[in-house]
């Protein structure tokens, strides 16, 4: 569809506004210790009241402004969205959403299988399968969760069955926990056709006790995977495409690494964030963002929105890995699970 009424917005180092990722609840039935570690997020951990929560109508009405300003991808992120009833629902609304072109989610698929068909017949173009370690002891281990691995790819092989191809596979690697994992993930990938994306561990906000040792750098990802199956660059499919992208040589997959560490992006990042009580971030990696759910629940105009989100993003100068690279630590910063990744 065409958008309506575009106006595109820059920041202040020109980058345009075309992604946003959309949190749909800060609940997760997983414990992964790079993101919501047990001892901080245990059965006493006060998460949000639904009533806080943006409903279906309010994301979508923000969907619709954000598409005004230039966003044509939407990601659908958590937590873990599945928890959030429904979902279908919601992906319905925000794929008839005029100058949407591309709505995807990010899971752990432990619920997925399920819902497959009904997210593929709702709209939802891509998904993304967040999955660590192929090894079941691991995975309890990483994920720190009784949900055996065999749910997990239950619901992966549901997703290619509902026409989920490829599937996206990203692997979070941590040194001395799952970087012996490069070599099953990749191979798991190629067999079913997947892309396989190796992420490096990153210091999102102030609980999952980041220490530098413990990233695994994307040079040494790709020297790993290349000395097996040899691989040549590829374009970006996209302006701001945060992976370095890899062709296997054989035709069989492909490979991407998000060095966010070693390697910043900061320059081309095209994404702000929504969370699920409808603050706008501006970055992964902020402290803070600006109310919006008060200004849709006081009575804002469709154009008073426009002008508030267009200004928030007109404003932003983030570039936190570039910063933290330079030897900058601007802490303290929110946690992945309310940002959604």
Same mark, same amino acid.
């Given at each position: 569809?065409?958008?309506?009424?575009?106006?595109?917005?820059? #920041?202040?180092? +020109?980058?345009? !506004?075309?992604? /946003?990722? *959309? =949190?749909?609840?800060?609940?997760?039935?997983? &414990?992964?210790?790079?993101?919501?570690?047990?001892?901080?997020?245990?059965?006493?951990?006060?998460?949000?009241?639904?009533?806080?929560?943006?409903?279906?109508?309010?994301?979508?009405?923000?969907?619709?402004?954000?598409?005004?300003?230039?966003?044509?991808?939407?990601?659908?992120?958590?937590?873990?969205?599945?928890?959030?009833?429904?979902?279908?629902?919601?992906?319905?609304?925000?794929?008839?959403?005029?100058?949407?072109?591309?709505?995807?989610?990010?899971?752990?698929?432990?619920?997925?299988?399920?819902?497959?068909? #009904?997210?593929? +017949?709702?709209? !939802?173009?891509? /998904?993304? *399968? =967040?999955?660590?370690?192929?090894?079941?002891? &691991?995975?309890?281990?990483?994920?720190?969760?009784?949900?055996?691995?065999?749910?997990?790819?239950?619901?992966?092989?549901?997703?290619?069955?509902?026409?989920?191809?490829?599937?996206?596979?990203?692997?979070?690697?941590?040194?001395?926990?799952?970087?012996?994992?490069?070599?099953?993930?990749?191979?798991?990938?190629?067999?079913?056709?997947?892309?396989?994306?190796?992420?490096?561990?990153?210091?999102?906000?102030?609980?999952?006790?980041?220490?530098?040792?413990?990233?695994?750098?994307?040079?040494?990802?790709?020297?790993?995977?290349?000395?097996?199956?040899?691989?040549?660059? /590829?374009?970006?499919?996209?302006?701001?495409?945060?992976?370095? &992208?890899?062709?296997?040589?054989?035709?069989?997959?492909?490979?991407?690494?998000?060095?966010?560490?070693?390697?910043?992006?900061?320059?081309?990042?095209?994404?702000?964030?929504?969370?699920?009580?409808?603050?706008?971030?501006?970055?992964?990696?902020?402290?803070?963002?600006?109310?919006?759910?008060?200004?849709?629940?006081?009575?804002?105009?469709?154009?008073?929105?426009?002008?508030?989100?267009?200004?928030?993003?007109?404003?932003?100068?983030?570039?936190?890995?570039?910063?933290?690279?330079?030897?900058?630590?601007?802490?303290?910063?929110?946690?992945?699970?309310?940002?959604?990744?």
């Amino acid at each position: 569809m065409d958008r309506v009424s575009p106006v595109p917005v820059l #920041d202040r180092l +020109a980058r345009p !506004l075309r992604d /946003l990722r *959309v =949190s749909v609840t800060d609940r997760c039935n997983f &414990r992964c210790r790079y993101c919501m570690p047990r001892e901080r997020f245990g059965a006493d951990h006060a998460f949000l009241p639904r009533a806080e929560l943006l409903d279906f109508d309010e994301i979508t009405r923000l969907v619709t402004i954000f598409a005004r300003l230039g966003v044509v991808k939407v990601r659908l992120t958590g937590g873990e969205p599945l928890v959030r009833r429904d979902l279908p629902t919601l992906v319905a609304a925000v794929a008839a959403v005029p100058g949407i072109e591309d709505v995807a989610m990010t899971t752990n698929a432990s619920l997925l299988a399920p819902l497959a068909a #009904d997210l593929r +017949a709702a709209g !939802l173009s891509r /998904l993304t *399968v =967040s999955l660590d370690t192929l090894d079941p002891q &691991r995975f309890t281990t990483v994920a720190d969760v009784a949900i055996p691995l065999a749910q997990v790819l239950a619901g992966i092989d549901a997703a290619r069955s509902a026409g989920f191809r490829p599937l996206k596979i990203n692997a979070v690697l941590k040194r001395g926990v799952n970087e012996d994992d490069v070599e099953p993930l990749v191979e798991y990938a190629r067999e079913h056709g997947d892309v396989i994306r190796f992420i490096e561990y990153m210091d999102v906000g102030t609980t999952n006790g980041w220490n530098g040792a413990e990233v695994v750098p994307a040079a040494e990802v790709l020297a790993r995977v290349s000395a097996r199956h040899p691989v040549e660059p /590829l374009e970006p499919t996209y302006p701001g495409e945060v992976a370095a &992208r890899y062709r296997f040589l054989d035709g069989q997959g492909e490979l991407g690494l998000i060095g966010s560490v070693t390697r910043p992006f900061c320059r081309s990042c095209t994404r702000a964030r929504l969370t699920a009580v409808g603050e706008l971030y501006t970055c992964l990696f902020a402290a803070r963002g600006r109310d919006v759910r008060g200004l849709l629940r006081g009575g804002a105009t469709d154009e008073q929105l426009l002008q508030a989100i267009g200004g928030v993003w007109a404003a932003r100068t983030d570039r936190y890995s570039e910063l933290r690279a330079q030897g900058h630590d601007p802490s303290p910063r929110a946690e992945m699970s309310y940002l959604g990744g």
